[in-house]
């Protein structure tokens, strides 16, 4: 109990409303975000930060090569606002990914000590920048990352995002992505704030410019270098959409979670292999073999293993989807979720054995395919063994 007490308490929750004080001349912060075909969502994106209550931060918008309204939509929300600011992207340099490389030719336009990147589905609220500056020095860390709401309007995305969401968190427990003697970390790219002294030491997204899970790369690096990393709870503050249909879900996921695990097979089939066992068929048999044979070997408290299953299987996605800002009742469709969890794997097997080439927002990327890559930062006078937070 002391250890769970101890791991929750080392990730923060934002609050809105906390009292958050600034010094009387705040550093400016640039927020920098880049935009895809993003006409449905980017105008809410954009309102939010505009809304920001903290008094020094600039807006770059960068255009990546649209074919839809985006452009368009960005320049009406931002017009006549000294402190925003659009730039176009209209080629895709070599070896980069596109969100890589917008979002490098955004911080070229940036002129704040500390950036701010958010991705164009995600909102933030009015306090948000204040909030995680406050949060970030007064912890003396050079990043602070978020863990969002998540917006599920459809059926498949209330069966299938918390599912995926919490296959994350196996991944890279927040706990101990937080903990200074761990040496797991991660980033989420729907919003984090980093000084520039540290991202610069690290590369900027250079060193991660290959990198389909590029925040996780980023969050790597800024750890290894000492610099000082805090992941925390943004429910609050963090509102996104990633995906809206199924087909869209599995495709993402696909991408990320194979990407997180660094495309390597032996990972990906110890996940595998612990989700088929923990999928609800697997249960019902072992459940039916315990039912039939327990009675006799324990007559007096047979029944005693299944309702410490039911409780934990009932307790523990319960407060998960509280984590999440989700419904309860939506914990039913976990069981479907892990099926198709379950599936992704599957394609992930499939994908790692032919190499096949990476997919993502339109771009297929030959250079980047299915097999381990520059996911851990390597070893270099930028990554010591220790250094000083919060230079």
């Known amino acids: 109990m002391r250890d769970v007490l ?19 001349t705040p550093p400016l912060i640039s927020v920098i975000v880049p935009a895809h075909n993003e006409e449905a969502k980017l105008r809410a994106c954009l309102q939010s930060v505009i809304e920001q209550d903290y008094p020094r931060f600039e807006l770059i918008v960068v255009d990546d090569r649209s074919t839809d309204d985006t452009a368009a939509i960005a320049a009406s929300v931002v017009r006549g606002l000294e402190n925003c600011k659009i730039v176009s992207v209209d080629h895709l340099r070599p070896g980069w990914t596109g969100k890589c490389h917008a ?9 704040g ?10 909102r933030l609220h009015r306090s948000a920048l204040r909030q995680c500056y406050h949060h970030a020095t007064r912890s003396h860390v050079n990043m602070i990352t978020l863990s969002p709401k998540f917006i599920m309007n459809s059926f498949w995305e209330k069966a299938l995002q918390p599912s995926f969401a919490a296959m994350s968190c196996i991944l890279f427990p927040l706990d101990k992505v937080n903990d200074p003697d761990s040496s797991v970390a991660s980033a989420n790219g729907m919003f984090y704030l980093i000084t520039r002294h540290a991202y610069e030491k690290i590369g900027g997204h250079h060193d991660v410019r290959e990198l389909a899970v590029e925040d996780i790369g980023i969050g790597k690096r800024v ?10 709870n943004g429910r609050h503050i963090l509102q996104t959409r990633m995906y809206t249909s199924f087909r869209e879900i599995l495709r993402g996921w696909t991408r990320i979670l194979s990407a997180a695990m660094n495309y390597e097979l032996p990972t990906v089939l110890r996940f595998l292999g612990m989700h088929l066992l923990m999928s609800f068929p697997v249960l019902l048999a072992s459940m039916y073999f ?25 307790l523990v996605p319960a407060l998960f989807y509280s984590q999440l800002g989700t419904a309860h009742r939506y914990t039913v469709l976990l069981i479907l979720g892990n099926l198709m969890l379950i599936w992704v794997f599957l394609v992930i097997v499939k994908k790692i054995l032919f190499k ?11 250079g980047s395919r299915y097999q381990p890559t520059r996911l851990e930062p390597g070893t270099s006078h930028a990554y010591p063994a220790r250094s000083p937070v919060f230079e």
């Open 223 to 232: 750890k290894a270098a000492g610099l000082g990393l805090i992941f925390a």
């Open 6 to 24: 101890q791991a929750l308490l080392r990730v923060p929750h934002i609050d809105p409303i906390e009292e958050a004080n600034l010094p009387p």
């Open 103 to 111: 979002l490098d030719v955004g911080v070229r336009h940036a002129t």
């Open 290 to 314: 315990y039912v039939c044979g327990a009675p006799s070997v324990w007559p007096g408290g047979w029944f005693l293993l299944p309702a410490v299953c039911l409780g934990v299987m009932c």
């Open 356 to 366: 096949d080439a990476l997919q993502w927002r339109g771009t297929t990327y030959h």
């Open 113 to 122: 000590e500390w950036l701010a990147f958010l991705d164009a589905d995600s």
